[in-house]
Structure formats: structure tokens, C-alpha cells
């Protein structure tokens, strides 16, 4: 049986979507080439959100077959539809002669023109992970809906990634039996830690910040950001006022002036700056608990419970979290909270200030919840549907 080609269109190398990637070509099952969009992205990446260049410690290009097509945009870049155009895309799929096309994000020039060039003639398919949280009722949300219907046309089907997800696409014109489930998903074992070095490492750097083994720890990874809405775990943290268990905020962002500012000479708050991939699993562990506090508008998934959880811990999400209405089971291992609700995130904390055990607990419910959300299950997915 001849195995297919699936043409996949990516803007750039992506540290949770590379390793999948080379998974799939592994399987054997298909045979994936990935088309890189953002050229000028070979030449290191800088993040205006953590304010500086960004070169993963991870491997983003081994273990699969791609290409970097031109991109000649005169702002080059994925922060607007015209900052990726590549006139030579179609013709460089075209000439590979796939079975199937996979396209992640439709909103750049050369994404949408390739979904409307090989519609007709290969299947086309959708990834992306949006969702309806943040919409508001009004003209505005009603001809986007109309756009969106007219965009999603070009698609013979869509690989969802959650239950937000699902909602989002049967609203803009998919059909049930053109979706397909295949689970928004990191790389699990990479976070494993079979001879316990990073439990390890994680206790030193704790000791170096003066945190104690038998304190607890509220963590915050990612971008200090609005979106992500750290100001409002640092209120409730201090609501809360735990004598034995400390706040970590780990990352960068434009909010980290104020976060210090408010967070003053509060022995048990502290600041680490970004990290990359690879310390990452020791530093999930320095905490008892992950909090997403996100009050949007943008927060479509939130992949940090993902990591959490792949290191058993419990985690505490908002309601504008993609993931939290389906990563998260209240009372089992972790809790969800009304986003903006800095008196029921106080709460959720208060529930471990008052049982510590419940970490413990929480943690191994989310190991067991996670594992079924892996790469395998999205490459099981796309091997069965295209």
C-alpha cells in the first residue's frame, strides 16, 4: 500500500509541534514535509512579548523532512497576514506531489492562498486552536462569523484540539463528521523524571531562593503579559496571605516592572526570568501547584497545564483557559475558577493552604489525566483522517 504524502504548511519551527513532526515521519505510516513560511525565522527569533531573542535548547528540525520557502514580505513576520508571503508555495508543494495537505493557521497570505490553490485538487486540512471565549454578541462578531464561514470553505476537514475548539469550528461551517479529534499535546515524556534529577535540581533551586522542603509553592510560568493576568494571582495570593507556602513567577513580559513594584519586600513572593525547555521540568517542580490565571482575550489553549500535569502537579486554570474544560476536573486535580475572580481564585488557593495532601493527590490524577493526550494520539489521528 503506497503511503500518503502530507504537504504541511507551518509558519515556523515550533518547539511543541517539531517533535510531533519527526513522530510521525518515524510511524512510517504517512510521509510528512513540512513547508516553513517565515524564512527569516531561521536566523534566531525575537519575542517582543518576553522582550528578547528567543533560541531553543530543544531540537526543532531533526527527525523530519522540510523546506524554508521564501518569504518576501516587507515586514516579514506572523504578527499580520501580509508578514508571510510566498509566491513560490503552491509551486513547491505542487512539485512534491502530495496526497494531502495540513495547514496550520489560515490568517497569513501565503497559508490562505495555498488553502484556496490546492482546494479541489488534494484534501485539505485545518489546524489551529481557536475558540469562542472571548466573543462578544454584536455586527462585529457576525460578519467575522460570515469571514470565517467563506475562509473554512477552503477546508475538506479540521483537527480540533479541545471541546472550545470543537464549539469554534462547528460554528464557522464544519460539519461533525469533518472533524477530527487529535489532542493539543506536548512532548509527556520529556517531563518524566525516572532517576529523580529533577525533583532534585528543583529542591536546589528552591534552597537557592530560600524556600524550604516543607513549604509549598504557587507557580506561574509564561510571559508576564495582560492576557495572562499575574496581577491577579499576586492579589489573591496576598488575600490569601499563606504563612508556609510562597508565589513563583517564572518568565519575563511587560508586566514584570509592576509585578516586583506591587509584590515589594514580600519575603514569600519570587521572580525568575524566562527559562528554556530544557530546565523546564525541574522547574515545574519547584512548585506544588501551576496557576493559569488568564483573562484573555487570546488564551485559546494554554499548553503550561499540559507541561504541569506531564510533571504531576495540580493546576488551577480560568474559564478564559482553552484547556480548563478539559485538562482540569474540579476536585480531582485541580480547579477551575471564574476568570477575573480574584475572591474564588483565592478559594481555589485557600483549598491547598488548608489540605496540603491535596497537591500530592491532584498531582498524580493530572499525570494519569495527561497521558492520554500525547503526540502518538495526534499522529494516530492524522494517520486515520487524511
Known sequence: MKMKKLAIISSHPIQYNAPMFA???????????V?????????????????????????????????????????PGPGSFKGIDCPALNERIHQWKPDALLVYGWNYKAHLGAMRYFKGKVPVYFRGDSTLLDEAPGLKTMARRLFLRWVYSYCDGAFYVGQNNKAYFLKHGFRPSELFFAPHAIDNRRFDDPDGSYSRKALDMRGNIRIAPDEGVF????????????????????????????????????????????AGKLPRVHFMDFQNQSAMPAVYRMGEVLVLPSSGPG???????????????????????????DLITNGKNGFTFEAGNVHQLASALQQFVSKPELATAFGHESKRIIAGWSFEAIAESIEKNI
Not at 53 to 65: T, V
Open 299 to 325: 488564551e485559546t489553549w494554554g499548553l503550561v497545564l499540559n507541561e504541569a500535569m506531564a510533571c504531576g502537579r495540580a493546576v488551577v486554570g480560568s474559564t478564559k483557559c482553552g484547556a480548563s474544560a
Open 35 to 75: 513547508f516553513y513560511t517565515w524564512s527569516q525565522s531561521r536566523e534566531g527569533l525575537f519575542d517582543k512579548d518576553f522582550g528578547r531573542a528567543i533560541q531553543w535548547d530543544i531540537p526543532l528540525l531533526d527527525g523530519y523532512e522540510y523546506e524554508f520557502v521564501e518569504n518576501v514580505a516587507a515586514q
Open 219 to 262: 507557580l506561574f510560568v509564561g510571559k508576564l503579559e495582560p492576557k495572562k493576568d499575574p496581577l491577579l494571582l499576586l492579589d489573591a495570593f496576598t488575600q490569601v496571605n499563606p504563612a508556609k507556602w510562597h508565589l513563583l513567577f517564572v518568565g519575563n513580559g511587560m508586566l514584570e516592572n509592576e509585578l516586583k513594584q506591587r
Open 23 to 33: 513522530l510521525l515521519a518515524a510511524r512510517g505510516v504517512v510521509q510528512p514535509k
